[in-house]
């Protein structure tokens, strides 16, 4: 069935660090893919998001683009700030069904000063 | 932007009981509300699909008589977890989406249930 796996964290990494968060994904057909973002205490926030292959999602200095052919979507961030920690989840749903999102299991940033 | 609010954000409680944990959408009327569950280094599962007074769609897997969730008003969903055994012990988050909102998603914060 249709899956997404992200690396484990916790990350942990110093401020304006460089980070990457892997994420890797198995569908049967061309889904839209996507990067949310959990806050302490608050609700998970849609971060960004690629509708087809190539696309390059960006939003607040995150990019990540979807690549077809490795069927991967990593998320990267060219300096890091203690203001993003958080957990960050990788997603896919199909078109005309993104409600029904497909997570992965999170993974844990901490930013240090 | 929308907000949806979850509570209570931590609960504990003893084998037997049933716990409830409510999802409300605190500015827009929700269409539909979701429910998800999160074991631990797992993935965030979709469990059920609520719409506004009509009985909620179960995924495969999950039972309805021990998940019961109740989506009686536009602003407000319901889940009840009946008879909690320690392996019901899990995060489980909700979200909820609105007319016109391109099926852009509303998370709640989220609630951990830890039964003994």
């Known amino acids: 069935g249709d899956s997404v796996t992200q690396m484990e964290g916790p990350v942990t990494l110093s401020e304006e660090a460089f980070l990457t968060i892997n994420c890797t994904y198995t569908?049967?057909?061309?889904?839209?893919l996507f990067w949310y973002v959990q806050y302490p205490g608050e609700g998970l926030q849609l971060l960004l998001k690629?509708?087809?292959?190539?696309d390059k999602g960006s939003n607040k200095g995150f990019e990540a683009t979807y690549r077809k052919e490795t069927t991967s979507f990593h998320l990267e961030k060219g300096s890091v700030q203690v203001s993003d920690s958080a957990v960050y989840f990788c997603?896919?749903?199909?078109?005309?069904?993104?409600?029904?999102?497909?997570f992965g299991a999170g993974t844990r940033l901490a930013v240090h000063p | 932007g929308a907000v949806v609010s979850q509570h209570p954000s931590r609960v504990i409680c003893k084998s037997g009981t049933s716990v409830k944990i409510e999802c409300r959408s605190l500015?827009?009327?929700?269409?539909?509300m979701f429910w998800y569950r999160q074991f631990p280094k797992q993935s965030l599962m979709l469990m059920a699909t609520?719409?506004?007074?009509?009985?909620?769609?179960?995924e495969q897997g999950v039972e309805k008589d021990k998940f019961l969730i109740n989506h009686a008003s536009l602003t407000l969903s319901t889940l009840t977890v009946t008879s909690a055994h320690p392996e019901d012990s899990s995060f489980y988050i909700c979200?909820?989406?609105?007319?016109?909102?391109?099926?852009?998603?509303?998370f709640g914060s989220g609630t951990q249930l830890s039964v003994l």
């Open positions: 979200s909820a989406t609105r007319e016109g909102a391109n099926e852009k998603l509303f």
């Open positions: 569908a049967t057909g061309y889904p839209s």
């Open positions: 690629a509708t087809k292959a190539d």
């Open positions: 997603a896919l749903a199909f078109s005309g069904g993104y409600n029904k999102l497909i």
């Open positions: 500015d827009f009327q929700a269409t539909t």
């Open positions: 609520s719409n506004e007074g009509s009985k909620a769609t179960y």
